[in-house]
């Protein structure tokens, strides 16, 4: 999994911040956002609401599609008084993640919040989540068992 920020299209740069502030613990995310001094008055469009989603699965990622079960998230839309629209989804039951992340989204979509937010919140989390990632990597490499398979030739008994 690449930790490079996307820049070849608007698309591909949200996508890659809506994954960071989606995939954040929520501690994280509230920690981060405490650190924003300057923060935009806004409305909500749609209050953080919970929902389930159906979960689809592949085996082996090629195989035939099949329903796994269904997980609960948390939604949210908000309107900065600019104009600029946010969006979040989130695992879990958490309204508050799911409401800064909305804003956060937002602000990323201005001139005026983004070098700010970038680097204040986005880029935190994703170094966050690197690190998780790297530590993971570490761990299951220390358990890695290589197995050596000799063949003996014992001649005719």
Same mark, same amino acid.
């Given at each position: 999994?690449? &930790?490079?920020?996307?820049?070849?299209?608007?698309?591909?740069?949200?996508?890659?911040?809506? $994954?960071? +502030?989606?995939?954040?613990?929520?501690?994280?995310?509230?920690?981060?956002? /405490?650190?924003?001094?300057?923060? @935009?008055?806004?409305?909500?469009?749609?209050? @953080?609401?919970?929902?389930?989603?159906?979960?689809?699965?592949?085996?082996?990622?090629?195989?035939?599609?099949?329903? +796994?079960?269904?997980? %609960?998230? %948390?939604? =949210?839309?908000?309107?900065?008084?600019?104009?600029?629209?946010?969006?979040?989804?989130?695992?879990?039951?958490?309204?508050?993640?799911?409401?800064?992340? #909305?804003?956060? &989204?937002?602000?990323?979509?201005? #001139?005026?919040?983004? @070098? +700010?937010?970038?680097?204040?919140?986005?880029?935190?989390?994703?170094?966050?989540q $690197?690190?998780?990632?790297?530590?993971?990597?570490?761990? =299951?490499?220390? %358990?890695r068992? &290589?197995?050596?398979?000799?063949?003996?030739d014992? /001649? @005719?008994?």
């Open positions: 999994m690449s &930790d490079h920020k996307p820049e070849e299209s608007p698309n591909a740069a949200r996508q890659h911040w809506m $994954s960071v +502030l989606a995939k954040a613990k929520t501690e994280e995310v509230v920690e981060a956002w /405490g650190e924003i001094g300057q923060r @935009p008055k806004y409305a909500a469009i749609r209050n @953080p609401e919970l929902g389930l989603v159906l979960v689809r699965g592949r085996m082996g990622g090629a195989g035939d599609a099949f329903n +796994l079960g269904e997980m %609960t998230v %948390t939604r =949210a839309a908000i309107r900065l008084e600019s104009g600029e629209i946010g969006l979040s989804y989130v695992a879990g039951r958490n309204r508050g993640h799911a409401e800064i992340a #909305a804003i956060v &989204d937002a602000m990323m979509q201005s #001139a005026e919040y983004r @070098p +700010l937010v970038e680097e204040t919140v986005i880029a935190r989390l994703a170094a966050l $690197s690190a998780r990632r790297e530590l993971a990597a570490r761990k =299951a490499a220390a %358990t068992v &290589d197995f050596l398979t000799m063949v003996r014992r /001649g @005719p008994v």
